[in-house]
């Protein structure tokens, strides 16, 4: 019963309802007492031939009103209980989601989806069955199996109750094995659950890859030997479970078979009425429920007990990025320094940033290049704090950073990653992601900006067009503009744009650039790329090679010092020429 003790913050923050709801169902286990202390009467009139109408009239009269008043306490008792647990449900889903807000990249990256989601579904509905159907098995086989053996004690006969209830040690000490049993399986079950819902998750993301490599009967093979894996530890789950009703029916069927053997000596010895006989048996009718309902807690409180120690876990995980004390609440602005002397990420002995020393005085641009792996990302990284540089400093208008609370820092910086996420919803609502208050007017504003207005308006439903999940309609271009309009719309301090013209062809890519350029005056841009075209325009250009600055400066500087820049530029000039008939820029 442990996880009614973890669950005790929430029953007593849900007190008087549950206290009302089982006030109510042990009202409605007492009322369910009469009707076979009122058959066993009438069993006997009629043995002794005193029935009358009158008398047969009064205890009809009873049962109904019985009857009417076990229907209210059921309703209200339903009510409070399950109304408690599904309010249960809620607050844990709120509090996963809150959870999963402020955790880092560095969270993520470690689980998968389809984990984290079946802890949201799957573990919530089964800790919401034990804060609701846990409770009312516990309270319903207590209370009325408490009454009903009570009922036989004084309206029957204490002996023979006693000797009915000879088997009840054997069921608690199986029931409570079958438990253990069930707790170890239920959690392997659940973990397999997880397995098979991120596979799901992750080959329907990339159902457009396997496709392409033709890889559609492995993916199948491998779904369906973790599916028959769920299937097998879910087997087991239901094995243990199936122990519980065969080992209750069996202990119910020995407890009649003592009733009956000697009830019937006691009324044959005339220590017992046929009819109290009959008002015994009824009453051991009744205490098949309390039964089951004992065995049916087990199942249902290992089940959620498995269920809330996995979203204890998940929720035990403090966030690696949090505002250190005394932070301050103001949005920063200013000129922009890095002062990084090293930077090794966990677990890892080579540094990924090492001697990052530049300044940029606000409204100008930066340029980030180099080879893949050489840390322009983490470089752009470190501005957003998805990570902490614990060597080094990053400061806006002579402030650091990690002086200025997390939300203040990221509602400067507008930033466009290298995966362009879009959300299943409207052109226009993935713009205005940022500013859900946005105007029409705003929004075709900043597509423009981002070179997309006209290709919206060749869509059948314009900015209505819904994109699909993660913009599966779109192409690559599209996708990185309008992720470029949703930046652009909050007017950030800081733009960041992490290789974000990749897939665009140099016409847009110009165009692009200049709309930056004569909008955001007196705002600082930091840009890392592929295509040196892209940066060419910086007022400083930095070139990293394994974390390093290897070469600095402005377009014209680097292009005179003839190195990797300028040997990649006119590359890249080169092959432009060739492949578009670009035009090759000094």
Known sequence: MRIFMDLWWYFKQEKWKYLIGIIFLMCSSLISMLPPYVV????????????????????????????????????????????????LARLLRDRLFHHFTKMSPGFFNK?????????????????????????????????????????????????????????????????????????????????????????????????????????????????????????????????????FDPTITFIVGMCYLLSLSFGAVFVVHGSMTIGQLTSFTLYLGQLIWPMLAFGLLFNIVERGRASYGRICK????????????????????????????????????????KDIHFSLSQGQTLGVVGKTGSGK???????????????????IGGLSIYDVKLAKLREAIGYVPQDHFLFSATIAENIAFAEPGASMKDI???????????????????????????????????????????????????????DSLSAVDAHTEEAILQALKDNRDNKTTLISAHRLSAIQHADLILVLEDGQIVERGTHETLMANDNWYASMFRRQQLESLVEQGGVIYE
């Open 444 to 498: 075709e504003r900043v597509a423009k900006l981002a070179n997309i207005h006209d290709d919206i308006l060749e869509f059948e439903e314009g900015y209505d067009t819904v994109v699909g999940e993660r913009g599966v309609t779109l192409s690559g271009g599209q996708k990185q503009r309008i992720s470029i309009a949703r930046a652009l719309l909050i007017n950030p301090e800081i733009l960041i744009l992490d």
């Open 377 to 395: 990302t983490t470089l752009l990284k470190l501005m957003l704090r998805e990570f902490d540089c614990e060597d080094g400093d990053i400061q």
């Open 314 to 353: 998940l929720l035990e995980i403090r966030p690696e990025i949090v505002d250190h004390k005394g932070a301050l609440d103001f949005v920063p602005s200013g000129n922009v320094s890095f002062n990084i002397n090293n930077l090794i990420y966990p677990k890892k002995t080579i540094p990924a940033l």
């Open 40 to 87: 066993g009467v009438i069993v006997d009139a009629i043995r002794k031939r005193t029935l009358t109408p009158a008398v047969l009239g009064k205890w009809v009269v009873i049962l109904a009103v019985a009857g009417v008043i076990s229907y209210t306490a059921g309703f209200i008792w339903r009510q409070m209980i399950f109304g408690s647990s599904v309010r």
């Open 111 to 243: 689980r998968r989806i389809g984990d984290l989601m079946a802890h949201s579904t799957n573990d919530i509905l089964a800790v919401q069955d034990a804060a609701g159907e846990g409770i009312l098995t516990l309270i319903d086989s207590i209370s009325m199996g408490g009454m009903v053996i009570i009922s036989m004690i004084t309206l029957v006969s204490w002996k023979l109750t006693l000797i009915a209830l000879i088997p009840m040690p054997f069921l608690a000490w199986a029931t409570s094995y079958y438990a253990s049993l069930l707790h170890k399986r239920f959690h392997k079950a659940q973990a397999a659950f997880s397995e098979l819902n991120d596979k799901v998750q992750e080959n329907i993301a990339g159902v457009r890859v396997i496709k392409a490599f033709g890889q559609e009967e492995a993916q199948k093979d491998m779904f369906r030997k973790q599916s028959a894996d769920v299937v097998s530890k879910n087997i087991a789950v239901a094995k243990a479970d199936a122990l």
